[in-house]
């Protein structure tokens, strides 16, 4: 399968602890996403990288989360202090950037379901 | 990007064609229609999309209005494995960045 991976697909932590997770993009995707979505309620945006370039940040990412796509190809996002509140499910998805404008579909993984006890 | 409205939910019979409408009345001239899907438990996953030609790919139809001010997302014969939420998305071509996600439609395909 050589779609978007994701890992783990479940975490469950005590609150206050640190949480990573990884993403597997498309091998040939320039663009990789970051989004969470509660329950109920669609995917919300907070990252994206073009390459290894960080490009925007939603208001949703807070000092506790950072993200890095060190090499262009995988990413991490992790979550410091961890908090009841960051309970959701972690998306990642990834695209391909033409570069000259057009439109580009982002292709999801499976997401990472975060559990703060 | 243009905000989207959907009906919340829907019911479909198993072997006949769901039709999920959306509106978009304040869509831009040179931004697209995306219709995404979300399993239970899975990621969303791309359908289709469209500027404002009616389009047809191997899952669905897409059939948008005239005035781009509303479209219809057309599974012909939904199974059971369709039941799913439907989000309608508009997005200018090459934002780069995200998908805003609404509500979405959230459709059930029974026996």
């Known amino acids: 399968d050589t779609g978007v991976s994701q890992d783990p697909r479940h975490k469950i932590t005590k609150r206050g602890q640190n949480v990573t997770f990884r993403c597997d993009p498309i091998?040939?995707?320039?663009?990789l996403y970051w989004y969470r979505q509660t329950l109920g309620q669609g995917p919300e945006f907070l990252t994206y990288?073009?390459?290894?370039?960080?490009?925007?940040k939603s208001r949703l990412l807070s000092d506790r989360f950072s993200a890095e796509r060190p090499k262009g190809s995988f990413s991490t996002l992790e979550i410091q202090r961890t908090e009841q509140g960051d309970s959701a499910m972690y998306l990642c998805?990834?695209?391909?950037?033409?570069?000259?404008?057009?439109?580009?579909?982002?292709?999801f993984g499976p997401g990472t379901r975060l559990t703060v006890l | 990007d243009a905000k989207t409205t959907q009906p919340p939910s829907m019911d479909c019979a198993e072997g006949r064609a769901a039709n999920l409408p959306c509106n978009h009345s304040?869509?831009?001239?040179?931004?697209?229609v995306y219709w995404y899907r979300q399993i239970h438990s899975q990621g969303p996953q791309y359908i289709i999309h469209g500027l404002k030609n009616n389009e047809t790919n191997e899952m669905a139809s897409l059939i948008i209005t005239e005035d781009r001010k509303s479209s219809t997302l057309i599974l012909p014969h939904a199974t059971l494995r369709d039941t799913a939420v439907y989000y309608c998305i508009v997005r200018a071509p090459n934002a780069g960045n995200m998908l805003t996600f609404g509500g979405g439609t959230r459709l059930m395909v029974k026996p």
């Open positions: 990288f073009q390459n290894e370039a960080q490009l925007e």
């Open positions: 304040t869509i831009s001239g040179n931004e697209y």
């Open positions: 998805a990834s695209s391909f950037d033409r570069g000259a404008g057009g439109d580009n579909e982002q292709f």
């Open positions: 091998s040939e995707h320039n663009r």
